[in-house]
């Protein structure tokens, strides 16, 4: 398995999705990418800003990519192994103008207004393209991933994403030194980060919706505009990771999942609504 760096470059960020985007770097499944992203406003400090390519087009966030996979197919499913998400110095957490928190990071601790928070950073964006041609958005998370906003997604843990398209075409940005579920402002504190990611396949693992794996327990993710139907796509992917994982029947699943998994509201800010179900592992014995 080889490393791949992305250097922190104007030609390998990106700022919407499509599938007919040239990736920047190609990797063989199982390799791992350092990746190097402003903040979600393209800024690497608070005076520096990064002029995309064509701004008029690149609207959206700051990502890297995209990355191809080798040999990956649609409708298999990409592991996303997340090795390590370092911040920047800094970070501004914004709301309606003209309200701001610019806040000073170090040593895992961000300093503003004068409070302090202990962080805990992690990627808001994860995902690949819809497979419809044309400019699609980076705001809404979609079922293949994109802006999912997940402060549970930090260094040690790993997302799983069904494939819309060959070779994946991944990309990754939004750094969140800090973020609270729902992120109920619009933004967390938003810091340009330095990232390191493992990409591979997992042709056992079919899904219609995404999951992770996170420290004690699993996640299943839904995303609709109405919060209840979100709802509903998170704990119809919950039961069938219990039926996987658990060898219960779907009727048991249902059952114990009213008992044992939590419902958690991801983010209520990015047009389409994001809830995640967790079931800990620690739940049943």
Same mark, same amino acid.
């Given at each position: ?13 990106? #700022? ?7 990736? @920047? ?7 791992? @990418?350092?990746?190097?992203? &402003? ?11 990064v ?40 970070? @501004?957490?914004?709301?309606?103008p &003209? ?6 990071l ?10 302090? @928070?202990?962080l ?11 497979p419809?041609? #044309? %400019? ?17 997604l930090?260094? #040690? ?49 079919? +899904? ?19 919060? #209840? ?13 219990m039926?996987?994982? +658990? ?21 209520? %800010? ?16």
């Amino acid at each position: 398995m080889s490393t791949h760096e992305l250097p922190l470059d104007a030609a390998n960020l990106h #700022g919407y999705f499509s599938r007919e985007l040239e990736p @920047v770097l190609t990797v063989e499944a199982g390799d791992t @990418v350092r990746i190097s992203v &402003p903040n979600a406003g393209w800024d690497v400090a608070r005076d520096e800003h990064v002029a995309s390519r064509d701004p008029s087009l690149h609207t959206g966030h700051a990502l890297a990519g995209p990355i191809e996979v080798r040999g990956i197919r649609a409708a298999q499913t990409l592991s996303v192994r997340i090795d390590d998400v370092t911040p920047g110095p800094w970070g @501004v957490t914004l709301s309606e103008p &003209p309200h701001r928190i610019d806040w000073d990071l170090a040593d895992g601790v961000g300093h503003g207004l004068g409070r302090s @928070v202990q962080l805990a950073p992690f990627l808001g964006v994860l995902g690949m393209p819809p497979p419809d041609p #044309g %400019v699609h958005t980076t705001t809404p998370p979609r079922r293949w991933g994109g802006n999912i906003d997940c402060k549970e997604l930090v260094a #040690g843990t790993t997302l799983f994403l069904p494939i819309p398209i060959d070779g994946a075409l991944f990309s990754a940005g939004d750094g969140h030194a800090l973020q609270g579920d729902g992120e109920v402002s619009g933004t967390a504190i938003e810091a340009p980060v330095t990232a390191t990611l493992t990409l591979d396949l997992r042709d056992d693992l079919p +899904l219609e919706w995404p999951i992770a794996r996170i420290r004690g327990a699993w996640l299943s993710f839904g995303f609709d505009e109405h919060l #209840g139907r979100a709802a509903r796509i998170a704990v119809d992917g919950m039961l069938d990771l219990m039926e996987r994982e +658990l060898g219960v029947a779907r009727g048991d699943a249902l059952a114990l999942a009213s008992v044992v998994v939590d419902l958690r509201v991801t983010q209520v %800010v990015n047009e389409t609504l994001g809830v995640h179900a967790v079931l800990r592992d620690d739940a049943l014995r």
